[in-house]
């Protein structure tokens, strides 16, 4: 029998028919989708330097059949983008001043020298959130984070504010070059203090080393062994981690303390962005505990 005289005999509007076939059909695809952004959320953790390009082989080579397209659309609403110079890859708003990066070949010898920030984005079993945390270069302590379900500034001014309260203020504050960081109330923040604002140069990968080491460590050690089903186990399941990070877990480059222990007792930990080349055109040599812990961390990201 048609739909048409079904639903003439039942008495019930066409309409609503329709409407609930359209949503079962749409089921299978939203699915597909959360499958889709948790492989590519995963990827991109091993591999921040793929692009869409490079993504869409990763997941065709994992039998999914996706264009450019699809993929391109999800890494933005993941607010993902391969670390390489090109147009927009870290897109300030086009109103918000953006500062210059005051940190290549300045060794950071005690805490609260520099802080860092950044944001990721972490999969759930349905849906995503955002996380922002701030860190101690010095001692890869993790300062003080958040979570969002938005990409807004209010959630990482909160982060900010929650730091400084906490811990005092750093010498030197280091972002991204996205639209939170350079936001008016964010900077303000730091303006507020007296802190010299740092933001990362466009396609420097290696600008913000640490805080992205954080994200590897953070989604690999818990993220991805627990899956988190919603935002209240997430937050949960975060506290648990951070203070095993700070507190308990010994770190490579720290000597196998914890960063709660260098941070403390202010030695120890040490960190250096090098800069490659002096004035003269000639290769500047590595120096320093600090700068050869950093280079080794980066040695074993790549690997």
């Not at 490079?54 to 609403?77: A, F, I, P, T």
């Not at 996380?131 to 302590?141: C, E, F, G, M, P």
């Not at 505990?289 to 980066?298: H, I, L, N, W, Y």
């Amino acid at each position: 029998m048609p739909l048409t005289m079904q639903c003439e005999l039942a008495g019930v509007p066409r309409s609503s028919v329709y409407r609930r076939l359209q949503a079962v059909a749409r089921q299978p695809c939203l699915e597909e989708g959360d499958r889709l952004r948790s492989l590519i959320d995963e990827a991109y953790t091993n591999r921040p330097f793929y692009g869409s390009r490079r993504m869409v082989v990763h997941l065709r080579g994992q039998g999914h059949c996706v264009n450019r397209k699809r993929v391109q659309r999800l890494m933005r609403e993941m607010g993902l983008a391969g670390m390489a110079p090109g147009p927009a890859t870290s897109k300030p708003h086009p109103q918000h001043k953006v500062y210059p990066y005051l940190l290549r070949g300045v060794a950071v010898t005690r805490p609260n020298q520099v802080w860092s920030t950044d944001l990721t984005y972490i999969r759930l079993a349905r849906g995503f959130a955002y996380l922002v945390a701030i860190i101690d270069w010095y001692s890869r302590k993790v300062l003080a984070w958040r979570i969002s379900n938005s990409m807004d500034a209010s959630f990482c001014v909160d982060c900010l504010e929650d730091a400084l309260r906490h811990h005092g203020k750093p010498e030197v504050f280091n972002s991204d070059q996205g639209a939170q960081f350079t936001s008016d109330a964010f900077t303000s923040v730091l303006k507020r203090e007296g802190v010299a604002i740092s933001m990362d140069g466009r396609g420097r990968a290696l600008d913000n080393i640490f805080v992205e080491r954080l994200w590897r460590n953070v989604k690999y050690e818990d993220l991805y062994l627990k899956g988190y089903a919603n935002m209240a186990e997430l937050t949960v399941g975060l506290v648990q981690y951070f203070a095993f990070y700070n507190g308990a877990r010994p770190h490579q480059a720290l000597g196998y303390e914890t960063p709660d222990h260098v941070y403390r007792i202010g030695a120890g930990g040490g960190a250096l962005i090098s800069d490659k080349f002096d004035g003269g055109g000639q290769e500047r040599k590595s120096s320093g505990t600090g700068q050869r812990r950093a280079a080794a961390e980066v040695e074993m990201d790549a690997a």
